[in-house]
């Protein structure tokens, strides 16, 4: 079990960026697909990116063109680069650590995994 501790979350206005992170302690982090999920109020979580560990991503079709994310296996730690954000990217971010290979973001997958407490992104003028 891996244990996930995010930060970068804040208030931002509409076209602003943000940079997350999320630190990962524990041995098995090399071993396993990171990435960041979100939960808006009254919506279900949904998948934002995940990066496999040869480099392989996958992100949420709201987020592309838009959102960055990358990791850095020797620091234990993931970004998420967010761009031009928009209103309803508003949510509570959570990092995620799964034991996916690069050839299984390929395929859909269900949320599973180890889990950080979430940090608020908060997109308002």
């Known amino acids: 079990q891996l244990q996930l501790v995010e930060s970068g979350g804040g208030l931002v206005q509409p076209g602003g960026s943000l940079r997350l992170s999320c630190a990962a302690s524990?041995?098995?982090?090399?071993?396993?697909?990171m990435g960041w999920y979100r939960q808006a109020p009254g919506k279900q979580r949904e998948l934002v990116a995940m990066i496999a560990r040869g480099g392989t991503t996958k992100y949420g079709d709201s987020v592309k063109g838009r959102f960055t994310i990358s990791r850095d296996n020797a620091k234990n730690t993931i970004w998420l680069q967010m761009d031009s954000l928009k209103v309803e990217d508003t949510a509570v971010y959570y990092c995620?650590?799964?034991?996916?290979?690069?050839?299984?973001?390929?395929?859909?997958?269900?949320?599973?995994?180890?889990w950080g407490q979430g940090t608020q992104v908060t997109v308002s003028s």
């Open positions: 524990g041995n098995a982090f090399s071993l396993n697909a």
């Open positions: 995620n650590a799964a034991p996916l290979d690069d050839a299984d973001l390929a395929y859909p997958f269900t949320e599973f995994g180890s």
